[in-house]
């Protein structure tokens, strides 16, 4: 199947700073990458999804402002967490997608201290 | 509203025995479903889909099988292995213009015991 990385894979930061996240897709070209949150044993929930050149389409009660997404190119997106906080902390996926299927990256894990 | 609904929960078999995990959506919009497996601190990767115009695929030991009519569908594990242990995640989506945005189901955490 197609490879998506995501980068990194594990990162802690101090409350207040700005995380980013790397998603790439290898070897295609997503015309749409979504990114998702997941806390532990439950399921994927979506955040946003985002479509290259344009801006990103966020899901009801996901803070825009807080969550910036940008898809500069039909093989990268990246997602920043602004200003984190503890409540922050969790495991994010993204996924890129070509018209027929949609791939995951490895996930992030985001620890705020 | 949740629109794909995943049982059960958990599920515990023995090595060997068949694994059944079960889906039902809603939208009748959706025209592809594919499943995940996902072990623990990794993302989900495919394992396999769907569409609505064939009522079963099998891949392997790996076997979708589809009712339209009721709006569900099953992943069959035949001869499950120890390896198999992670947890599944159903899912439906619209082949909307440039992109697969998924709907998930709740998961289940297969183990399988030796």
């Known amino acids: 199947g197609a490879v998506v990385s995501q980068h990194p894979s594990r990162v802690i930061c101090k409350s207040g700073t700005s995380v980013k996240i790397e998603c790439r897709s290898l070897?295609?070209?997503?015309?749409?990458m979504f990114w998702y949150r997941q806390f532990p044993k439950q399921s994927l929930m979506l955040m946003a999804t985002s479509n290259e050149g344009s801006k990103a389409t966020y899901e009801q009660g996901v803070e825009k402002d807080k969550f910036l997404i940008n898809h500069a190119s039909l093989t990268l997106s990246t997602l920043t967490v602004t200003s984190a906080h503890p409540e922050d902390s969790s495991f994010y996926i993204c996924s890129a997608s070509d018209r027929t299927q949609a791939f995951f990256g490895q996930g992030t894990r985001l620890t705020v201290v | 509203q949740q629109q794909v609904k995943q049982s059960p929960q958990s599920l515990i078999v023995q090595k060997g025995g068949i694994s059944i995990i079960n889906c039902a959506y809603e939208n009748t919009a959706f025209d592809y479903f594919p499943w995940y497996q996902q072990f623990p601190g990794k993302g989900p990767a495919l394992l396999i889909a769907i569409r609505p115009d064939v009522s079963e695929k099998k891949e392997g030991r790996f076997t979708i099988s589809f009712n339209k009519s009721a709006k569900q569908f099953s992943l069959h594990i035949m001869d499950s292995q120890p390896g198999d242990s992670a947890t599944y995640f159903c899912?439906?989506?619209?082949?909307?213009?440039?992109?697969?945005?998924?709907?998930f189901g709740t998961g289940t955490q297969l183990k399988v015991e030796l």
């Open positions: 070897d295609f070209q997503a015309t749409t």
């Open positions: 899912a439906a989506s619209m082949r909307t213009g440039g992109g697969n945005k998924l709907t």
